[in-house]
């Protein structure tokens, strides 16, 4: 064990796939050379592994997700990185279209293996387009997976599995957690399912799931509240598809439920979750699905104050846990 | 240019040709199991065929990938696909290569002769073919990779994104725009202010050129001296091909509408089969009778392959659920 | 009033609001000259308006857009024709960056007044691309409205309602709907809410909301059963931002509800309708809230067997209507 | 060449320099904000000032428009934004023209100085502009547009399918690529194959060229061009404009991690604002003291600038959600 921020653990996992795996490439725009990204998740990539495994694509990112596409079709595990999760946008047609039909379009014969990168999350004063949760738009496209991981362990782990899998992953990295939190975790090999939520935390009372910066809050937030309240935090972890057992089975224990994003409300991931609850377990509730989320504002706005009004924060976190419990 | 300026052997023009006249004879099949009902869609390279086919044999295709576009039927018959495998295609059956019976008719694929399969959405095969090839420069294959799409096409951002990234990378392929004048009802004029779309390459530091697609020897060389640049380290080449589109844009279009009936009938005097016919006569490659008798071992063999075709089971309702994700 | 298809009411809706307003334009892939797009609904306006005003774009649908949005910030109400929903992806970037967030960002100096239409939906072996609902993409951007007329009344009163507007509308029309149905619909001016679900048949027993073919068989599926259960027919209309108000009324006056679309199940619209419903009218409702959708597969495959598979029909409808009102 | 080469009176010459100087000077203001806390991000145009004056000169800043990118600030000062304005949009003021705080700093539009805001997403701003190019076209109006991005980001398809529609179009307007050498940290070598991005116009069928953006005169001459070319229906040009990024790509970045000291001492001793200095100087256009006396005037002017910014109030937090859809 050892302790590693998030970002580093990012890096860890990177470095150790493309060692035990030759075929692994990662790329995307400012990836390669000495700057190895602008937040440096790839840094020291390209010194280790070369310019032909680690490289700077021009700044298209239609074609990095095509470039990937392609050399997935060949049997690499190839790895882009879009430098922004507002910059995921130009690509959507090669995810769409070409990514995540591959593997049904040709029932089987040729497969799409490969990962998709990028920073999200607002907080950071990024203004407008460096500041969106882009997820929600990918996150109802049979083929692909959505994955974020919300702690250290899970950033080694699931982006491990992201690289190994033969599925196209869309890996989500909370920009404001790639050096806000660090976490004792194992030096050698371990992965994370790419399609299982995460129960980080059981309790009786309310079950709050999340993911992101938002999950922290709840944490913080169940562990203020604990002489209280019996609160059950749940990583939703797998953005899409949802892993429907385990998010029944946790509503289904407490019969009340707290869904964050970050995100703005209306047509979020959480709605996604929350449609499944209404569907199978309705009669196990005890309270309205509260869903706590960003304003449906276009975007989140650059000025200080702006950007704090947009924000879910823990103060909102706390109170709605609260409010639900005492429902 | 005379057939034989193309420096094949005479065999093989006359195997060049039978490519160019199956092709035209199975695409005049699929549009007859279209009017009939039994498909409900075709799409067609009539016009195209002998481009196509001296593009194609440029290539080899036991190493070399395919990504082609939805009227590249006579080329991917030269890649190693049969009549059989386009007719299943077209009636969406279960053994289809290019998708089992899931994509629409013409949307080629074949894992076993290396052509990839495309969207409908038009162009994104470029960026797939650039990460193709990146594979074979890193993985130093010696293999190329070719791609098509149509000239209406070329104005999707992605034709650009990726003959960027091949001009950057020097990669091994050979980029092609199948010029006939016409997306759907839209001329060349209206698509783009250029009268050579080849003079691009310029602009990405990659090869370009311009062939008439109806001269099957000056667009059999031109390939030829793409696919060796290619191989040999050269990077990569555009190449425009001009042919023609005698049909309507599908059989959901009728070109009569937005076409003069002078321009149609130019076009059909000028039907790169029926020169190319001319030429081997000319050339003295194949007599009358030879050209007869082609075309009737063709015309069985093309019955046969429908019939089969017809008999191949339909894809069962519960694949409907199946390849979406790895299965453990 | 006269008989109209749903593809003649459009027609009419632009002929009529191009007489009314100078500024309206129209463009897209074949949509000028004498073909007047690939379904025909701008047959006539080339010869009618001239082609400066009707006029074939390039095949570049990201271009379409920006096109669009650059109009409509010199005060042009551009229309713009996206030939099938499926090829709406290349232009997502400039919708979601530019179109959507042009009045947001400039705090209303600047706006972008646009139509974007597009044909969707399936059931006309289009097979993967020619088969899509793809407005679930946009469906959560802020600044943006989606609607779609399920009915021919609708498509010319909402198309009207669409170009008179300041705010970016992404138009969806059911291109089975085009030819299938026909009304009878006033011959002068008239417009409908962009922002309203309609209630087209009043019940008590269940509400069935939907848009599509798919409110064509709730219609009559309500129709059929109408000796045994009183059903109310909610057409949603607006996909983007939800009617909240309509659509909660029509829950509580029932206590049942079935959402209806053809897309995909995870991820679709009406999980935005399910959380809104979840989060405000919980113990209003009797019966769990039940979707009814597509299968979660990539896309619509084309051969018959498959297509039908994968399509929610008739049947399916009338069964799930009588499962609730009889749960 | 020389200033004077420009065919512009001297006074428009001191009023250009003074516009170079201004922007320069602001800029540096913009750090020291940045650097104590009260901003949070710049973006500067350091290295392109005389080529951005030089090109926005050549426009009528009262009917043209103009879709800028970042590093703009000289030519949108030159198109009437004034330094308050420019640091109201830093401090992310409720009066600041460019988005009233929403948008980051540098992000530059004004209604009332017909700029229209473009997003930090790259190159989305090229087909917007062909839209506002079009309704100049079509609405008569003698208007015409000009549009600016960074070398790097004409590897977007948007690049690409905007110049394809002007071509088509004719539009009345004027693509420039600002080329500084880097994408953030990547290198023109790897962002695209060609040592002249302007040769791209002859794939469009727009007029094309590559000027020295240190060089007054002979940008501002070939803008004139352009703008002469647009104005007169002859079409769109794309100029492709060399000049230096003499700072890290933003306030996030640090350029001595991947370019050399000598690469960036060069750069400095080339500084165009030094250059254009030291021809004002030879050819008489102005003294030592004269530009001394500039300085100090700039100085004064920022520092008052600065202050009224400051005091301009942050927007209400209740801004938040207005302006999302059109009010009744
Ligand atoms: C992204 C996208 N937009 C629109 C379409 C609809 N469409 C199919 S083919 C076609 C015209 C293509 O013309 P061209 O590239 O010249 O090829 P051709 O059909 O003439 O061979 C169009 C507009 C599509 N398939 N994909
Ligand atoms: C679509 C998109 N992708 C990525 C980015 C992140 N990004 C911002 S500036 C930049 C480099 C731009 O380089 P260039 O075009 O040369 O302009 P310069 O900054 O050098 O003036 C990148 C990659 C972005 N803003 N938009
Ligand atoms: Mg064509
Ligand atoms: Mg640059």
């Known amino acids: 064990m050892s302790e590693k921020s998030y970002l580093e653990a990012l890096n860890l996992a990177i470095t150790e796939e493309m060692r035990h795996d030759e075929g692994v490439m990662i790329f995307g725009e400012d990836v390669g050379g000495v700057k190895g990204g602008v937040f440096g998740v790839t840094k020291g990539l390209a010194e280790e592994f070369g310019d032909k495994r680690v490289f700077n694509s021009p700044l298209g990112e239609s074609e990095i997700a095509g470039l990937a596409v392609g050399l997935g079709v060949m049997g690499h595990h190839a790895i882009a990185e879009f430098q922004f999760a507002d910059y995921i946008l130009p690509a959507v047609n090669q995810i769409m279209s070409e990514a995540t039909k591959m593997r049904y379009k040709s029932a089987g014969d040729w497969i799409s293996p490969i990962v998709m990168r990028t920073p999200y999350g607002g907080g950071v004063r990024g203004g407008f387009y460096h500041s969106q949760s882009t997820e929600k738009i990918f996150a109802g496209q049979p083929g692909l997976r959505i994955v974020t991981p919300s702690t250290v362990y899970d950033a080694k782990g699931l982006l491990k599995s992201a690289i190994r899998s033969e599925d196209p992953v869309l ?36 079950t709050v799931i999340a993911y992101g910066v938002m999950l922290q809050f709840a944490l913080k ?32 224990k407490t019969g009340k439920v707290l869904l964050i994003t970050e995100d703005t409300k209306e047509g979020s991931v959480m709605n996604n979750v929350s449609a499944i609850i209404a569907e199978e377990v309705l009669f196990d509730l005890d309270a309205p699905i509260k869903i706590l989320a960003g304003p449906d504002s276009p975007s989140m706005p650059y000025a200080k104050d702006l950007e704090d009004a947009f924000l879910v924060n823990q103060a909102d976190v706390t109170k709605s846990i609260r409010e639900l419990a005492e429902f | 240019m005379k057939l034989k300026d193309s420096q094949l052997t005479k065999d093989e023009l006359i195997q060049a040709y039978r490519m160019v006249k199956e092709a035209r004879m199975l695409d005049e099949r699929l549009w ?60 969406g059956k279960a053994d289809d290569p290019s998708s089992h019976g899931r994509q629409m008719p013409n949307h080629y694929g074949d894992r076993a002769h290396n052509i990839v399969p495309f969207s409908s959405t038009v162009t994104t095969q470029y960026p797939v073919a650039t990460g193709v090839a990146l594979a074979m420069q890193i993985d130093g294959s010696k293999a190329i990779a070719l791609t098509a799409t149509g000239e209406g096409s070329t104005a999707e951002g992605d034709f650009h994104e990726a003959l960027n990234f091949a001009g950057v990378q020097k990669l091994p392929m050979v980029f092609v725009i199948e010029n006939n004048g016409y997306a759907i009802s839209t001329p060349n004029a209206e698509e783009f202010g250029v009268k050579d779309l080849s003079v691009r390459a310029t602009g990405y530091g990659i090869f370009g050129k311009q062939v008439n697609g109806r001269d099957f020897a000056e667009t059999y060389l031109a390939f030829k001296e793409a ?3 290619a191989r040999n380290g050269n990077g990569s080449t555009l190449i425009e091909m001009l042919v023609d589109r005698l049909t309507a844009h599908s059989s959901d279009d009728d070109q009569r509408v937005y076409r003069t009936p002078d321009d149609i009938a130019e076009m059909k005097e000028n039907d790169c089969v029926m020169l190319m016919e001319k030429q081997l006569l000319s050339e003295k490659v194949l007599s009358e009778a030879e050209l007869a008798s082609i075309k009737k071992e063709l015309e069985a063999k093309i019955n046969q392959a429908t019939e089969e075709a017809e008999e191949m089971p339909n894809p069962a309702s519960d694949q409907l659920m199946t390849h979406i994700y790895e299965e453990e």
Chains 1, 3 share one sequence.
Request: charged letters at 30%; a negative charge; proline letters at 3%.
């Open chain 2, 32 to 91: 007859q199991l279209n009017r009939i009902g039994k498909s409900t869609f075709n799409i067609s390279g009539q016009g195209a065929e002998v481009g196509q086919v001296a593009m194609a044999l440029a290539f080899e295709h036991d190493k070399d990938y395919f990504l082609p576009y939805y009227r590249d039927m006579a080329a991917v018959m030269v890649w190693g696909m049969s009549a059989k495998d386009i007719l299943m295609g077209s009636l």
């Open chain 1, 221 to 252: 937030a169940a562990e203020e509240l604990k002489d209280e309240f019996s609160v059950e935090v749940v990583d939703l972890r797998s953005l899409y598809p949802i892993d429907k057992e385990t998010v029944l089975e946790a509503v289904r």
């Open chain 2, 227 to 229: 696919a060796d640049n």
């Open chain 1, 171 to 206: 890996f989500y990295e909370h920009k404001k957690l790639y050096r806000s939190i660090k976490d004792d975790i194992p030096d050698d090999d371990y992965t994370v399912p790419l399609d299982k939520a995460n129960i980080l935390k059981q309790g009786d009372d309310v």
